[in-house]
């Protein structure tokens, strides 16, 4: 089956062959292509001040945890299910805003941002037909290619080449994974950037990492907003490190806790994932 599997560079025969899939598999790829162009969003640090957390990492990453949630959330009850989707579509909602809102000065930063929301927004179509899914995966594609073409790291055209070829191969390892049988679950908790011939080794371009070092660097010297909760969050997705569903439901926070900041927020966070950890210590 896998031979089967598209080449994503080719933007028509990548949506084209989407089309023809479930619903889950171009929400899980859309998920998992906004991850890879994330730490992008370091070119915000220099140009949009001490804001730049607040306005675009922080609802860009709210985004990209929404798939997670909304994978989980099939197996809940109704009202667990109600409320992790009201906060998935919030996600898209505030990711957009963010893309939208970002300064010129901040192109790439822009469309990572905007590769996010299409993510997002995959996750809320659940239960629409699957042209629209596979249409936002083929959304969340494009904002890539554009990220890697605005972005001062892939100034020489043959990098920008190399860099969206990684990328592609990427999005290739995950479609061949779910034309070999494997479930949302499964694809979700690989590597993001899975290495050609082991998938469940982690693979991540040298410029995916510098990027990454220099966004969490920003992020974690902000010392008294606690980002730990989304660096760490982040660095597992990229080691491939399994999802917790109680864990992630620790950012199923109220509307009024996100709308009230990331010091507010993460200590929040932070406080839910401790309570889960001492009770499976003392359940153990």
Known sequence: MADQVPDFRVGIEA????????????QVIAARAALRVFPLLSVATAR????????????VLRALASPLLANG???????????AAGSVRAAASASASAARSAPDAVDAAAIAAKAASAAASSAIYADADG?????????????????FAASDDFAAPEASRVAFTAF???ASSDAAAFADGAPSRSVLDR?????????????????????????????EARHDENWRVWTDWYQDRLDGKPSDWEL??????????????????????????????????AAA
């Open 15 to 26: 949506e084209l062959w989407l089309r023809t899939q479930p619903r889950h598999v171009p």
């Open 131 to 147: 042209l629209t899914a596979a249409s936002l995966a083929s959304d969340t594609a494009d904002a890539a290619r554009a990220v």
């Open 73 to 83: 959330l099939k197996r809940k009850g109704e009202a667990e299910q109600a409320r």
């Open 168 to 170: 592609a191969a990427a």
């Open 48 to 59: 949009l001040g001490d804001r730049y957390a607040e306005d675009l990492v922080l609802p």
């Open 248 to 281: 992630e439901r620790a950012r199923l926070q109220p509307p009024e806790t996100w709308e009230a900041g990331p010091k507010i927020l993460n200590a929040a966070i932070a406080e839910r994932l401790a309570q889960i950890e001492a009770e499976r210590r």
């Open 191 to 219: 590597p993001a950037w899975p290495s050609a011939g082991e998938p469940s080794r982690p693979a991540t371009p040298a410029w995916a990492s510098k990027a990454w070092t220099t966004l969490r660097a920003g992020l």
